[in-house]
Antibody, heavy 122, light 106 residues
Framework: EVQLLESGGGLVQPGGSLRLSCAAS????????MGWVRQAPGKGLQWVSG????????YYAESVKGRCIISRDNSRNNLYLQMSSLRADDTALYYC???????????????WGRGTTVTVSS | SYELTQPPSVSVSPGQTATITCSGY??????VCWYQQKPGQSPLLVIF???KRPSGIPERFSGSNSGNTATLTISGTQPMDEAEYFC?????????FGGGTHLTVL
């Protein structure tokens, strides 16, 4: 079964850091572009970051550029998002996603995890 | 920055055709995907590359994209189709989502 399982969310103070993890199974992880999409409470979807299968190419939304680092461990089938200098507007449910093809190929995000909640508050 | 605009809400009667639009500058020159999200659930890809359906998505879901507008069409809409729908496109390697459209089936 194709599955993505996120972890690492929690309550963090403004300015703090957090590392999200995503455990993948059921597909060729190292061949897949992966990413993170977030959804603030009651709001729409916002793409956060993407990463090529090899890990050589990274992509970031302007809102997180310089504050987040996406990475992967293909030997463990894990994806990560290191978040720092967190702000209240980073509060959201963070989804791990698998791209159906290469970035920009039009295949969309065909696998979504259930998400992990990040709350930034003092 | 590139923006995708969707109507906040669309209503349709059961069995009728629902049309949800997504507008953006020269959107027809980009690939568009559509996602369905029901309350408490993760988004589900229902259309990719403008009009293709992933395996398991009913044939009543179709999509098109031309000019500045992409359209998701649900033919013979069922009560189970009531959900939030998001369009998505790429601006270079950046992923852009529309604001979402709540589809009410009543």
């Amino acid at each position: 079964e194709v599955q993505l399982l996120e972890s690492g969310g929690g309550l963090v103070q403004p300015g703090g850091s957090l590392r999200l993890s995503c455990a993948a199974s059921g597909f060729a992880f190292s061949n897949s572009v992966m990413g993170w999409v977030r959804q603030a409470p009651g709001k729409g979807l916002q793409w956060v970051s993407g990463l090529s299968g090899s890990g050589d190419s990274t992509y970031y939304a302007e809102s997180v550029k310089g504050r987040c680092i996406i990475s992967r461990d293909n030997s463990r089938n894990n994806l990560y998002l290191q978040m720092s200098s967190l702000r209240a507007d980073d509060t959201a449910l963070y989804y791990c996603v698998k791209y159906g093809g290469g970035s920009g190929s039009g295949y969309g995000m065909d696998v979504w995890g259930r998400g992990t909640t990040v709350t930034v508050s003092s | 920055s590139y923006e995708l605009t969707q109507p906040p809400s669309v209503s349709v009667s059961p069995g009728q055709t629902a049309t949800i639009t997504c507008s953006g500058y020269k959107l027809g020159e980009k690939y568009v995907c559509w996602y369905q999200q029901k309350p408490g659930q993760s988004p589900l890809l229902v259309i990719f590359q403008d009009g293709k359906r992933p395996s398991g998505i009913p044939e009543r879901f179709s999509g098109s994209n031309s000019g500045n507008t992409a359209t998701l069409t649900i033919s013979g809409t069922q009560p189970m189709d009531e959900a939030e729908y998001f369009c998505q496109a790429w601006e270079s390697t950046t992923v852009i989502f529309g604001g979402g459209t709540h589809l009410t089936v009543l």
